[in-house]
């Protein structure tokens, strides 16, 4: 059964190469370096008991979710990886926006579990970040139950307190800067596949390797973004892991768990 690859290399020529950055060419080394990290925490099975604890109960959702989440990240990485070795800057800059999405839900996780105490309330919170609303026509999710915002907002509050730092919006602005270059809109279209002369007021296309190169070094990092998503998310499941396991085995009088 063939799932994520066990590692990814960012593979450029050396011509290639001299002309990406010291800075950048470390993203590289470190995004390969966390994505085998990240690759050995998959299970190929969980165990999602009906009945049980609170404790089992909100641990085997949580590992369900977040185990998802990371195969997620991973096949996205990977084909970030083969976009950035083609100099396609559309791609990568889609797949990042994509990728960006995965951090701010399991920063959301980690405020769940960190921030509330009421088995009911975790249950209800983790009910909402897994289903979102059907749309009545195809009976497919059409809409999330959990704003993008609230998402950003909770996984940056949540890091403050855990690293101490007030000033730190880091997932509101991989949030933003990911979804303005991975839209159909200005930025994704009209900046990634060519260049507005101001002096001739013409718009020409650019060489894909020439404009790639241009913007992983100065505007939109793209090894900067994927980096930072890789190792943020990284961080967030050990916080998760150490939740999870100092949690209480009930946490509150009820100890009985209805089904819904």
Not at 18 to 34: D, R, T
Request: hydrophobic share 35%.
């Amino acid at each position: 059964m063939e799932l994520n690859k066990k590692e990814i290399k960012f593979h450029f020529s050396k011509e290639d190469r001299k002309k990406i950055k010291s800075e950048q060419k470390e993203y590289l080394a470190h995004i390969e370096e966390v994505y085998s990290i990240l690759n050995k925490r998959c299970l190929n099975q969980i165990s999602v008991p009906v009945t049980g604890t609170h404790k089992e109960w909100i641990k085997s959702r949580v590992y369900l979710h977040s185990n998802a989440s990371v195969m997620r990240l991973l096949y996205l990485t990977e084909s970030f990886c083969d976009a950035s070795k083609k100099f396609n800057s559309v791609s990568a800059a889609s797949l990042l926006k994509s990728m960006a999405e995965i951090p701010l839900h399991l920063g959301f996780l980690l405020f769940i579990i960190s921030e509330n105490h009421d088995f009911e309330k975790i249950r209800d919170l983790l009910g909402k970040l897994a289903f979102g609303n059907r749309d009545e026509k195809t009976n497919l999710t059409s809409t999330s139950k959990i704003s993008g915002k609230e998402l950003y907002q909770k996984t940056d509050d949540v890091l403050k307190k855990m690293s101490n730092i007030e000033s730190w919006n880091i997932f509101e602005t991989i949030y933003k800067e990911t979804n303005a270059f991975g839209h159909h809109n200005h930025e994704g279209r009209d900046m990634l596949c060519g260049l507005m002369n101001h002096e001739t007021g013409n718009w020409s296309v650019k060489d894909r390797k020439e404009i790639f190169q241009f913007y992983s070094n100065t505007i939109f990092q793209f090894f900067l973004y994927a980096d930072t998503i890789l190792t943020m998310s990284n961080i967030i499941l050990n916080h998760i892991d150490n939740h999870l396991n100092s949690l209480p085995i009930y946490l509150n009088a009820n100890n009985i768990i209805k089904d819904k």
